[in-house]
């Protein structure tokens, strides 16, 4: 489906498609009930305040969700750390165009958008806390005219060194908007996400 470019798509390719400046947000105050949902899930995988591991997680839990996640893997036999996808659901892959299932990060992505991707998966790793973010998204590198949210979360087999990421991804096209939404596309966040016992920095 081609997209017909409007004045205010064109007024976006201004705007910063991401920000690196994190902040703090509850975890009340996510935008949208599939990453809340997934964020609850993480959270009752919890034991005793250790991370939750990939074998804490049945993708049977969660079938409607599939589709829009990610499993990366944290590779830190490499200098610096690496990481890998090791799934890319299928509207990811619809959207994107392509499977990056096997791909590193910079294998798989564009010079900018990479370097941002990966201060997201730091930042999860050295935290080892929920992040969420929101920035603009270019549809086939061409203009910005949707947003994209998404979740990141740390997953840990040992309970404490993070070893994967678990990604839940949406896109939303302007034109899919609901008219009384106020969520600003052309403010990227970046947040840590506060949860009931982790405390603020």
Not at 60 to 73: G, Q
Not at 136 to 160: Q, V, Y
Not at 177 to 195: E, F, G, H, Y
Request: hydrophobic share 40%.
């Amino acid at each position: 489906m081609v997209r017909k470019i409007r004045d205010k798509d064109i007024l976006l390719r201004r705007e910063p498609t991401s920000s690196f400046a994190v902040g703090r947000m509850s975890d009340r105050d996510l935008p949208c009930l599939q990453l809340q949902r997934l964020l609850d899930y993480w959270k009752a995988k919890r034991a005793g305040g250790a991370l939750p591991g990939r074998q804490h997680i049945d993708p049977l839990d969660l079938p409607d969700l599939l589709s829009n996640m990610m499993l990366i893997d944290v590779c830190r036999d490499t200098k610096p750390v690496q990481f890998r996808f090791r799934l890319c659901g299928t509207e990811i892959v619809r959207i994107t165009g392509r499977d990056l299932t096997g791909m590193t990060l910079d294998e798989a992505l564009p010079d900018g958008y990479r370097d941002y991707i990966r201060f997201l998966d730091e930042l999860v790793i050295s935290k080892k806390e929920p992040v969420f973010s929101r920035t603009l998204f270019h549809d086939k590198a061409n203009f910005a005219n949707a947003e994209t949210s998404r979740i990141l979360l740390p997953l840990a087999m040992d309970g404490e060194t993070v070893d994967m990421i678990l990604v839940y991804q949406l896109f939303r096209y302007m034109d899919q908007r609901d008219p009384s939404d106020t969520w600003d596309v052309r403010k990227p966040q970046t947040a840590l996400i506060n949860i009931d016992d982790i405390r603020l920095a």
